[in-house]
C-alpha cells in the first residue's frame, strides 16, 4: 500500500520508475528516440495531467509538453492560478512514436500497466486530466471525447476530468478556446470536493452536549454559591444550674 510510504520512499520508488523509462527497451518505440519521457511536476501534485505521447520537441528535451501543446497548456493553468510547477505532467506512451502517429494497442499495453499505473499510484493526485482520447480511453472506455469532454467522474474519492488534447485546440482555436477554458476552471472546484472526501471526520468535542451558554454557567455559579442549610443547633447536656464558663482572658 503506497499510503504507507513516506514521502521520501515515494520520491525513491517515482526517480525509480524515470530511470526504468529511460533505458526501456520494451516496445519498439525505443529505437527511433532520442529521449525518453518519464513525466514532469511535483510528486506530490494534487493534478496529473495525462497525454498521448512525446512530440518532437519532447523528444529532443526529455520533457513533456515543450511545444506549441504546452505553452497552450501553461495558458490554461495560469487561467486558475496554476502554473506547471504545481501539477504532474506525463503521457501514455513515454517515447515518440514515429512521425507523430498514434500510439498502437501493443504500445500502449507496454507503456501503461508497466510505468503509468504505477506512477499513478505513487502519486495518488486528487484529480486526473486527460488530454485527449487515448488517455481518455484508459478511463472512459466507448467513450467520445466529443460528449464527454469536461464532465468529471468520480471513483475512490478522486476526480477524472476528460479534456480535448492542446493540440487540437490549437487548430480550431477560434471554436474551441473559450469551451477549453471553461473545462480548465472546473479544477479547482474538483480538488477542493477531493479533499473534502478524503477528510476525516472531526471526533466530538469531550464536553458535547453540555450547556456551556453564560446563562447556564451563571446559574451553575449560583447553584455553587447557595448556602446550605444550617445544621441542627446541638442540644444543651448542661445542667441548668451550672453556670456558663468564664471566658479564659490572653491578657
Keep these: 500500500m503506497t499510503s504507507s510510504l513516506t514521502l521520501d520512499q515515494r520520491t525513491a520508488a517515482l526517480d525509480a520508475i524515470a530511470g526504468e523509462i529511460r533505458v526501456c527497451t520494451k516496445c519498439p518505440l525505443h529505437q527511433g528516440r532520442t529521449k525518453a519521457v518519464p513525466g514532469d511536476g511535483p510528486y506530490t501534485a494534487d493534478i496529473m495531467f495525462i497525454g498521448e505521447g512525446p512530440g518532437f520537441h519532447?523528444?529532443?528535451?526529455?520533457?513533456?509538453?515543450?511545444?506549441?501543446?504546452?505553452?497552450?497548456?501553461?495558458?490554461?493553468?495560469?487561467?486558475?492560478?496554476?502554473?506547471?510547477?504545481?501539477?504532474?505532467?506525463?503521457?501514455?506512451?513515454?517515447?515518440?512514436?514515429?512521425?507523430?502517429?498514434?500510439?498502437?494497442?501493443?504500445?500502449?499495453?507496454?507503456?501503461?500497466?508497466?510505468?503509468?499505473?504505477r506512477q499513478i499510484e505513487l502519486i495518488n493526485p486528487k484529480v486526473i486530466v486527460t488530454l485527449g482520447r487515448y488517455s481518455m480511453g484508459l478511463f472512459f472506455p466507448n467513450a467520445k471525447i466529443s460528449a464527454i469532454h469536461g464532465k468529471p467522474k468520480w471513483e475512490n474519492n478522486r476526480a477524472y476530468l476528460p479534456m480535448f488534447h492542446p493540440a487540437a485546440v490549437?487548430?480550431?482555436?477560434?471554436?474551441?478556446?473559450?469551451?477549453?477554458?471553461?473545462?480548465f476552471k472546473k479544477l479547482p472546484g474538483l480538488v477542493e470536493e477531493a479533499l473534502k472526501r478524503v477528510k476525516p471526520a472531526t471526533p466530538p468535542h469531550p464536553l458535547a452536549g453540555l450547556d456551556d451558554s453564560p446563562a447556564a454557567e451563571i446559574k451553575d455559579t449560583k447553584a455553587e454559591a447557595k448556602p446550605s442549610a444550617p445544621p441542627d443547633k446541638p442540644k444543651d447536656d448542661k445542667p441548668k444550674d451550672e453556670p456558663p464558663l468564664k471566658q479564659l482572658s490572653l491578657f
Design 170 to 183: 490549437l487548430r480550431s482555436m477560434d471554436t474551441m478556446k473559450t469551451q477549453y477554458e471553461i473545462d
Design 58 to 117: 519532447e523528444d529532443q528535451q526529455g520533457l513533456p509538453f515543450v511545444g506549441a501543446s504546452g505553452r497552450l497548456l501553461e495558458e490554461m493553468l495560469a487561467v486558475i492560478g496554476l502554473n506547471r510547477k504545481q501539477v504532474f505532467i506525463t503521457n501514455v506512451v513515454k517515447c515518440r512514436p514515429p512521425e507523430n502517429r498514434d500510439p498502437m494497442p501493443n504500445e500502449m499495453g507496454t507503456c501503461v500497466p508497466t510505468y503509468l499505473n
